[in-house]
């Protein structure tokens, strides 16, 4: 489908494209069938070199592929966002490049125009690196509660043998005390 020259979906694009430096996250602006119409640098970052140079016209879930952890298969912000007639926005989204690269994002879409929608625009925060220093520092702190709770077995455990140690030491001085009485009355 060809867009008109002055159709709503090229003004669109045109405003986007106007204030696209308030822009910190990625964002792609498709055509209702996901074909890649407009980007932002950031966007073209994800990519490499040689697909992000060819991503114009193309369908977007050729070279992303989004899955919502616990559902099977692809997921499409585009067809929920045109589906749901509104925006739609996805946290803790796995998406892979083409050619292997993972990602965790927040994805956010939302319709162009209404009645009918000329166009998505999709915007992508890419929060890998937060995501691997959350893991990380989730596995850090199990492995201060695994070390407080081996250091707290150890404490008990001592704690034990010192109770031991002190009951022994007790009978020994009684015996003592006794023995001493014995050696007085002698």
């Known amino acids: 489908m060809t867009e008109a020259p ?7 694009v045109e405003a986007i494209q106007n204030v696209q430096g308030a822009f910190l996250d990625a964002y792609v602006i498709v055509d209702t069938e996901g074909r890649v119409l407009a980007f932002n640098r950031p966007f073209y970052a994800l990519f490499p070199r040689r697909i992000a ?12 592929v989004l899955e919502l952890p616990g559902t099977e298969g692809r997921f499409d912000p585009v067809a929920e966002c045109i589906e749901r007639s509104g925006p739609v926005r996805f946290d803790e989204v796995e998406g892979s490049i083409e050619g ?4 965790q994002l927040i994805v956010a879409a939302s319709p162009l125009g209404a009645d009918p929608i000329a166009g998505v625009m999709v915007v992508l925060r890419d929060v890998t690196d937060e995501a691997q220093v959350q893991v990380k520092y989730k596995q850090m702190l199990q492995e201060e509660a695994d070390a407080k709770a081996q250091l707290e077995d150890v404490l008990r455990s001592r704690t034990q043998e010192l109770l031991q140690a002190t009951d022994k030491l007790n009978v020994i001085q009684a015996e003592l005390t006794q023995f001493r009485k014995g050696l007085l009355l002698s």
């Open 100 to 103: 292997g690269r993972a990602l």
């Open 6 to 12: 002055d159709s709503p979906l090229d003004r669109w």
């Open 53 to 64: 140079r060819n991503l114009t016209a193309e369908p977007l879930a050729r070279h992303l």
